[in-house]
């Protein structure tokens, strides 16, 4: 009927991403909601969380093509960024470039791998055969990784790759360092008159 329903929550998204109901009921006046664009790719639902809810230049990448695929859904513990960090990592990526919506890299082995906004891995062999990873956040400590290729997806990596996570924080503030607030008045309170 032109919606989806979350299965969880129950909430229900027209097919332009406005919420029109929620548990079955009508949303109240007085809610707001902010609403990205989204998009089905492959059977998943992509919603465009960038910076702004902006679509991005391109579209994402096909799911992956060539060879026996094999399409994989698993949990894993920890943030987005550190979860794509880690299947950077275990894939070869040293250092990589980045180029607005995509940050992108070349193996020691000779694959391309790009990273298309903050939840989207291409893996590019030498051989031709394309993989993609979306990973997809369920709460504050586990993500959804849903991938399509020919490997099991390596659980991590050893290193780090700052200049990614550099780039990757601009699509999520909420892992940006950020100073602690100052709070004036405590010192000063503590010293007494």
């Known amino acids: 009927d032109g919606q989806v329903t979350c299965p969880l929550h129950e909430w229900c998204f027209s097919h332009d ?11 109240p006046e007085a809610i707001s909601l902010r ?22 230049a391109a579209g994402p990448p096909e799911f992956a093509t060539g060879g026996d695929r094999k399409d994989r859904v698993e949990p894993r513990d920890g943030h987005p960024e550190d979860v794509v960090v880690d299947l950077l990592l275990a894939a070869g990526a040293v250092d990589g470039v980045a180029d607005g919506d995509r940050w992108s890299t070349t193996t020691c082995d000779g694959a391309t791998v790009v990273v298309h906004g903050p939840g989207t891995v291409e893996h590019r062999p030498v051989d031709g055969t394309v993989s993609v990873v979306y990973v997809t956040p369920v709460d504050g400590f586990v993500v959804l990784v849903r991938s399509s290729g020919l ?22 503030r909420s892992s940006a360092p950020r100073p602690r607030p100052v ?4 010192r000063r309170r503590a010293e007494g008159p």
């Open 17 to 27: 991403g406005a919420c029109v109901s929620s548990a079955g009921e009508p949303l």
């Open 151 to 172: 490997l099991p997806l390596p659980s991590d990596g050893a290193g780090d790759l700052s200049g990614f996570r550099d780039w990757y924080r601009r699509f999520d």
């Open 35 to 56: 609403v990205w664009p989204t998009e089905v790719v492959d059977g998943t639902v992509l919603a465009f969380n960038g910076r702004d809810g902006e679509v991005p």
């Open 183 to 186: 709070r004036p008045g405590r």
